[in-house]
Each structure stands twice: as structure tokens, then as C-alpha cells.
RNA sequence: UGGGGCGUAGCCAAACGGCAAGGCAGCGGACUCUGGAUCCGCCAUCUGAAGGUUCGAAUCCUUCCGCCCCAGCCA
């Protein structure tokens, strides 16, 4: 489960100013609504973590709510998804299972409640005559001709749009404000709509739905809500949301509370163009490893314990901000870095052929699979013989002056094991391309120190050729190529970037990964952190998917030009 | 242009009138059978700008500049 929060931030001290104050009896309930209209990303993550965390840390609870005013856009599917995402990170609702859809009587209730207090009113305008007389940004609106209409006139009217005497669109319930307000919410605003939609909760009993913010606030208060958290966006329809309490006053009084979204480089966020990428099939579905949706990060090995501590990282405030990619890849590096074994695994094989070991011997070096404190996770066996494959990258004909692992004439170690020395190159005749090494390797050098003054440059994986398994590694990097895909002048498709995933068929890892497990996590020793895919991975033949580089810092060397 | 917000390092962000935390990134160095990890050090004379108040200002006041949100019967 989730520890408790190390920093404070503004609502923390608005609460435990209300709790000093003594305001809602010292209580503090708090949900998180979304709406079962797609999955939920790393910035629901950021609500949930804060809603649920205020919640644990200040003895309260935090609701899940599904805000389903919209049955046009919403489905059970998502709903089952998102109570397995918040699960998953680590929250728990308890009993606190709620719907907006379970209120549509009691709002049904209260807006009767305000026709008769005069608060309300049914108008006939079309939706284009009702964004025609809204006004502009510094012009008032118009009063609707049907603002006027007497109570009884309302309440009939009312009582037959839910009846479903109406067509779609043809009449709505409006709040009756102020049409010449400054804030355009307050400019009348829709209260119900006419939808003869099925429900998936309340199926056809009604044919009137009521809008986001008739239907909040109120929820809000039937379940006694103390804070109210939404990102930024929502401040405008705050005095709405005062002014809708205000009429049905109820006997707990939520306060809403705004906070600055998450937004993340390289990343879109928007739930229309996550639908847009998973419906036109740039990526695989909603948990894609390459998506910012939970079930994506989760196929991608991220743990919850990384992103929890990410959401805790990234702070809540006020401020419009976009957080570093590299920072979330930093978190879970952190996180899997002490708590996953290592083990070999040439990407990209290279054959290597030792000419000096005899040809049908097979040695067992031992390896310990977590080197920086070997007791912990024990050791395990490698075969060595022969024939073996290292990883391409790390031989170079002509090497620059830095680059120090395997090139003509020069020695490296062998994790683990010997060291050898490269002694011939065969290349294909053809295209000239370096397709296996002779090397030699030295006898005294089996997990044994160095003699004084021998230096080796550097340690490379391997895997014996004769024992290797053929694996599938999905590479994956970040979706987008620019770090505001969603902000520039084309449509945020055209910054895709075309090798986010990259398929490795012929990688070839050490044999003990025979035993691995769909979601078990591996760092492949100098590569990266690798999970065993949770759907794709098969006995025979194994799927790792990248969840995250390691550092690279020969790779930066190289990209700007210091290897010399 | 009306209303509502927000500007502290490349990216987050603290500081609540008392002398600019921390993290990520970056840069040095130590160590290393992972060019990983770890460790050590550096990294804002300064808080969008300009004025003002004050012994003292990122914090208070004024003006200006910039960015975000709002004209759905979406949430």
C-alpha cells in the first residue's frame, strides 16, 4: 500500500487549516470522479495519488466516483478498467463506490427545487440559439424569451421532457443567473439536456441528463465530500458551483479546490487524442507499453511504487507546468534498481569464436544476480564454451581512442568469466560487414584479480552460443519526438516518432531466463530494465519489453562527439 | 478586448517580511568485473520587468510584460 506523503503543498494547508478551524467536524472526504469515457493516464495517477493520499494522511476517506452524466460518450468497459488501474496503484475505495447516476433522482429532486423557487426555467432554444445569445468574451448575452416562463409552465414542461415527450435537443433545463455575467458560466447555463440514450447503469429509465456541473457539486454534497479537488480549468465554474449549493443548501457544504494538471514532455495527455491514437491504430490499444495510460505503464513493467513516488515528486501547485520525461524514467530506475536481478542478454549477436578452448568443453562460471550485494539474491550458473555471442556494438574495427572493449588486438573480460583478445575478424565477402571474431582467450583469468599493472578496459555481456535462448525484445522510446506534441502548428500525429518501438527477433539471452515469468523484471546487465511481457511472452519463446534504459553515458559521449 | 488564474535555474518546486530548500537534468572527480549503481563536489548575489513601502522584499503596494483557461445541450 501507499506511504504516507514527505511534502506538504497549498491544499495540505488548507486542510489542516479547516481541520485546526474545526470545519466539517474535523473530517476530511475527498474522491476522485473520472468519467468512464477512456482509460486513466499517469495524470489521473497525479489526482488519485493526492486524493487518496490526503485521505490516508489525514484519517479520512476518499470515494471513487464515476461521473456518467454522458452515456453518449461513456462505457462499462472503462469503468471496470479504472477500478483496475486505482487498485493497481495502490488505493483502495473500501465501501466507497459511487456513480453520479445514483443521484439522478435527488437532482432530479432539487432541480424542481429551483423551478419553483424561480431559480430555473425550461427554454425551448435550439443549441445554436442558445450559443447565438450567450454573447462574447466582452459582450453580454440575451435573455432567452423563455426565461420568463411561469413556474407551473417549468414544472409542467419539466416533468414532460423527463416523461420523454420531447425529441433530442428540442428543450433544456437552464439555471436562471445571469445573462450579462463577466464569468460565462454564470450566463444561464444548461442544467439538463435531453438524451434518449440507454444508461449502462440506469438503463432506459431516464431521458434526461443532467450536465457536469449540475451534477458535481451536488454529488459533492450528497456524499459529504469536504474538499473537492479538480485541476485548473475548472476554477471558472467554481462560482457556479457556489451558486448551485447555494440554492439547495445542503447540510454538508464541499469546497472546491483547484490544482495545475500534469503534463509531461513528449507525451499527450488529452483523452481524445489517447482514443485517437489506440482508434486509428498508431498503437496497439489503451495499454500499449508506449501509452501514459496506467495499463501501458503497467505493461511497460513500470511498478506503482515507481509512479507513486513519481506523483509525489512532481509536487501539486498551481502553476501551469510540464515535468521532464527523464524524471519519470528516473523514478523507476530508482525503484527497480535495488530490487531486480541481472542477468545477460545480447540484443543485437555478434559471433565470437575462441579459438584456444577446446572445442566440445563446456565450462560453468558462476554469477552472483545482484552483484552490488551478492548474499542477497544468491547466485546462478552459466554455461560457457566455444562459441559465443557478444553484443555487436561492442566490437569496433577501428575504434576511437575512448571506445574500450572489443577491437583487433585489444583484450576485454568477459562478464564473469575470461579474458579474451581479439585476434582475427571474418567478414562476409560481399558487403564487407564484420560477421564473426577469432579471439583467444586467457586460462588464469576465471574470476580471478588482475595481476599489478594489467589493465583491462572493459566488461561486456555474453552468452554461450551452444545455450542461448532466442528472445524477442520490444525496445521501446518515446512516442512523440518533440517535447509538446500536442502544441505546435501540425496535428500532434505527424510528431509520432516512427522507431518508438523497435522488434529484436534474433536476441539471444542467457539460459536461466528459461525459467522467467510473465511480469517478472530484469535488468539486462549494461542495457536496461526489461519486463516478460504480460500477454505476448510464450514458454518457448520470450518477450521482454524495455521498460527503461539504463544511463548511457558512452552514448552520450558519442552524440557529442567527445570520444576522442 | 471581459472574467478567472499563473510567472523562482534547462524541467518540477520550497520559501508565508529576516537574508533563495530539495529533486530531475547538466558539469567535474572518486570508485567499479555493468561506460550502470554508489559516493563527493559544482550548478539562481537572485525570484518576468520597472518603480515604491520597509532597517530589511521572491514575499506588501503600483504600473507594465508574458503565458494558461472560459463563448459544449463535454467533463
Given at each position: 500500500?501507499?506511504?504516507?506523503?514527505?511534502?506538504?503543498?497549498?491544499?495540505?494547508?488548507?486542510?489542516?487549516?479547516?481541520?485546526?478551524?474545526?470545519?466539517?467536524?474535523?473530517?476530511?472526504?475527498?474522491?476522485?470522479?473520472?468519467?468512464?469515457?477512456?482509460?486513466?493516464?499517469?495524470?489521473?495517477?497525479?489526482?488519485?495519488?493526492?486524493?487518496?493520499?490526503?485521505?490516508?494522511?489525514?484519517?479520512?476517506?476518499?470515494?471513487?466516483?464515476?461521473?456518467?452524466t454522458?452515456?453518449?460518450?461513456?462505457?462499462?468497459?472503462?469503468?471496470?478498467?479504472?477500478?483496475?488501474?486505482v487498485?493497481?496503484?495502490?488505493?483502495?475505495?473500501?465501501?466507497?463506490?459511487?456513480?453520479?447516476?445514483?443521484?439522478?433522482?435527488?437532482?432530479?429532486?432539487?432541480?424542481?427545487?429551483?423551478?419553483?423557487?424561480?431559480?430555473?426555467?425550461?427554454?425551448?432554444?435550439?443549441?445554436?440559439?442558445?450559443?447565438?445569445?450567450?454573447?462574447?468574451?466582452?459582450?453580454?448575452?440575451?435573455?432567452?424569451?423563455?426565461?420568463?416562463?411561469?413556474?407551473?409552465?417549468?414544472?409542467?414542461?419539466?416533468?414532460?421532457?423527463?416523461?420523454?415527450?420531447?425529441?433530442?435537443?428540442?428543450?433544456?433545463l437552464?439555471?436562471?443567473?445571469?445573462?450579462?455575467?463577466?464569468?460565462?458560466?454564470?450566463?444561464?447555463?444548461?442544467?439538463?439536456?435531453i438524451?434518449?440514450?440507454?444508461?449502462?447503469?440506469?438503463?432506459?429509465?431516464?431521458?434526461?441528463?443532467?450536465?457536469?456541473?449540475?451534477?458535481?457539486?451536488?454529488?459533492?454534497?450528497?456524499?459529504?465530500?469536504?474538499?473537492?479537488?479538480?485541476?485548473?480549468?475548472?476554477?471558472?465554474?467554481?462560482?457556479?458551483?457556489?451558486?448551485?449549493?447555494?440554492?439547495?443548501?445542503?447540510?454538508?457544504?464541499?469546497?472546491?479546490?483547484?490544482?495545475?494538471?500534469?503534463?509531461?514532455?513528449?507525451?499527450?495527455?488529452?483523452?481524445?487524442?489517447?482514443?485517437?491514437?489506440?482508434?486509428?491504430?498508431?498503437?496497439?490499444?489503451?495499454?500499449?507499453?508506449?501509452?501514459?495510460?496506467?495499463?501501458?505503464?503497467?505493461?511497460?513493467?513500470?511498478?506503482?511504487?515507481?509512479?507513486?513516488?513519481?506523483?509525489?515528486?512532481?509536487?501539486?501547485?498551481?502553476?501551469?507546468?510540464?515535468?521532464?520525461?527523464?524524471?519519470?524514467?528516473?523514478?523507476?530506475r530508482?525503484?527497480?534498481?535495488?530490487?531486480?536481478?541481472?542477468?545477460?542478454?545480447?540484443?543485437?549477436?555478434?559471433?565470437?569464436?575462441?579459438?584456444?578452448?577446446?572445442e566440445?568443453?563446456?565450462?560453468?562460471?558462476?554469477a552472483?544476480?545482484?552483484?552490488?550485494?551478492p548474499?542477497?539474491?544468491?547466485?546462478?550458473?552459466?554455461?560457457?564454451?566455444?562459441?559465443?555471442?557478444?553484443?555487436?556494438?561492442?566490437?569496433?574495427?577501428?575504434?576511437?581512442?575512448?571506445?574500450?572493449?572489443?577491437?583487433?588486438?585489444?583484450?576485454?573480460?568477459?562478464?564473469?568469466?575470461?579474458?579474451?583478445?581479439?585476434?582475427?575478424?571474418?567478414?562476409?565477402?560481399?558487403?564487407?560487414?564484420?560477421?564473426?571474431?577469432?579471439?583467444t582467450?586467457?586460462?588464469?583469468?576465471?574470476?580471478?584479480?588482475?595481476?599489478?599493472?594489467?589493465?583491462?578496459?572493459?566488461?561486456?555481456?555474453?552468452?554461450?552460443?551452444?545455450?542461448?535462448?532466442?528472445?524477442?525484445?520490444?525496445l521501446?522510446?518515446?512516442l512523440?519526438?518533440?517535447p509538446?506534441?500536442?502544441?505546435?502548428?501540425?496535428?500532434?500525429?505527424?510528431?509520432?516518432?516512427?522507431?518508438s518501438?523497435?522488434?529484436?527477433?534474433?536476441?539471444?539471452?542467457?539460459?536461466?531466463?528459461?525459467?522467467?515469468?510473465?511480469?517478472?523484471?530484469?535488468?539486462?546487465?549494461?542495457?536496461?530494465?526489461?519486463?516478460?511481457?504480460?500477454?505476448?511472452?510464450?514458454?518457448?519463446?520470450?518477450?521482454?519489453?524495455?521498460?527503461?534504459?539504463?544511463?548511457?553515458?558512452?552514448?552520450?559521449m558519442?552524440?557529442?562527439?567527445?570520444?576522442?
Amino acid at each position: 500500500m501507499s506511504e504516507p506523503t514527505r511534502f506538504s503543498n497549498f491544499i495540505r494547508q488548507i486542510i489542516e487549516a479547516d481541520i485546526a478551524a474545526g470545519k466539517n467536524g474535523g473530517r476530511v472526504v475527498t474522491r476522485f470522479p473520472p468519467e468512464p469515457n477512456g482509460y486513466l493516464h499517469i495524470g489521473h495517477a497525479k489526482s488519485i495519488c493526492l486524493n487518496f493520499g490526503l485521505a490516508r494522511d489525514y484519517g479520512g476517506r476518499c470515494h471513487l466516483r464515476f461521473d456518467d452524466t454522458n452515456p453518449l460518450k461513456e462505457d462499462i468497459e472503462y469503468i471496470e478498467a479504472i477500478k483496475e488501474d486505482v487498485c493497481w496503484l495502490g488505493f483502495d475505495w473500501g465501501e466507497h463506490l459511487y456513480h453520479a447516476a445514483d443521484y439522478f433522482d435527488q437532482l432530479y429532486e432539487w432541480a424542481v427545487k429551483l423551478i419553483r423557487a424561480g431559480k430555473a426555467y425550461v427554454c425551448d432554444l435550439t443549441a445554436d440559439q442558445i450559443r447565438d445569445t450567450r454573447g462574447t468574451l466582452t459582450e453580454p448575452g440575451k435573455e432567452s424569451p423563455y426565461r420568463n416562463r411561469s413556474v407551473e409552465e417549468n414544472l409542467d414542461l419539466f416533468r414532460r421532457m423527463r416523461a420523454g415527450e420531447f425529441p433530442d435537443g428540442a428543450r433544456v433545463l437552464r439555471a436562471k443567473i445571469d445573462m450579462a455575467s463577466p464569468n460565462l458560466n454564470l450566463r444561464d447555463p444548461v442544467m439538463y439536456r435531453i438524451r434518449h440514450e440507454v444508461h449502462h447503469r440506469t438503463g432506459d429509465r431516464w431521458c434526461i441528463y443532467s450536465t457536469y456541473d449540475w451534477a458535481h457539486g451536488q454529488s459533492d454534497a450528497i456524499e459529504g465530500i469536504t474538499h473537492s479537488i479538480c485541476t485548473l480549468e475548472f476554477e471558472d465554474h467554481r462560482p457556479l458551483y457556489d451558486w448551485f449549493l447555494d440554492q439547495i443548501d445542503p447540510p454538508h457544504r464541499p469546497r472546491q479546490i483547484e490544482f495545475a494538471r500534469l503534463n509531461l514532455s513528449f507525451a499527450v495527455m488529452s483523452k481524445r487524442m489517447l482514443n485517437e491514437l489506440v482508434r486509428d491504430g498508431h498503437v496497439s490499444g489503451w495499454d500499449d507499453p508506449r501509452m501514459p495510460t496506467l495499463a501501458g505503464l503497467r505493461r511497460r513493467g513500470y511498478t506503482s511504487e515507481a509512479i507513486r513516488e513519481f506523483c509525489e515528486r512532481i509536487r501539486v501547485a498551481r502553476a501551469d507546468s510540464t515535468v521532464d520525461m527523464e524524471l519519470l524514467e528516473n523514478t523507476v530506475r530508482e525503484d527497480l534498481n535495488p530490487r531486480v536481478p541481472r542477468v545477460m542478454a545480447v540484443h543485437r549477436p555478434l559471433k565470437v569464436v575462441i579459438e584456444n578452448y577446446p572445442e566440445d568443453r563446456v565450462e560453468e562460471v558462476e554469477a552472483p544476480n545482484f552483484p552490488d550485494d551478492p548474499p542477497r539474491m544468491g547466485l546462478r550458473k552459466l554455461p560457457f564454451c566455444r562459441v559465443i555471442y557478444i553484443e555487436r556494438d561492442d566490437f569496433m574495427e577501428s575504434p576511437p581512442k575512448k571506445f574500450h572493449r572489443l577491437s583487433p588486438g585489444r583484450e576485454v573480460r568477459l562478464r564473469w568469466s575470461y579474458v579474451i583478445q581479439c585476434t582475427g575478424v571474418v567478414k562476409d565477402e560481399r558487403t564487407g560487414e564484420v560477421v564473426e571474431l577469432r579471439c583467444t582467450y586467457d586460462p588464469d583469468t576465471l574470476n580471478a584479480p588482475l595481476p599489478e599493472g594489467r589493465k583491462i578496459g572493459g566488461t561486456i555481456h555474453w552468452v554461450s552460443a551452444a545455450h542461448a535462448l532466442k528472445a524477442t525484445l520490444r525496445l521501446y522510446d518515446r512516442l512523440f519526438t518533440v517535447p509538446n506534441p500536442a502544441g505546435g502548428e501540425a496535428d500532434f500525429k505527424t510528431y509520432l516518432n516512427p522507431s518508438s518501438l523497435q522488434v529484436l527477433q534474433e536476441a539471444l539471452v542467457e539460459p536461466s531466463l528459461a525459467e522467467a515469468r510473465p511480469g517478472d523484471r530484469f535488468q539486462f546487465e549494461r542495457k536496461g530494465f526489461y519486463v516478460v511481457d504480460l500477454k505476448d511472452s510464450q514458454p518457448g519463446m520470450p518477450v521482454f519489453n524495455l521498460i527503461v534504459p539504463l544511463r548511457d553515458t558512452w552514448a552520450k559521449m558519442v552524440k557529442t562527439g567527445q570520444t576522442e
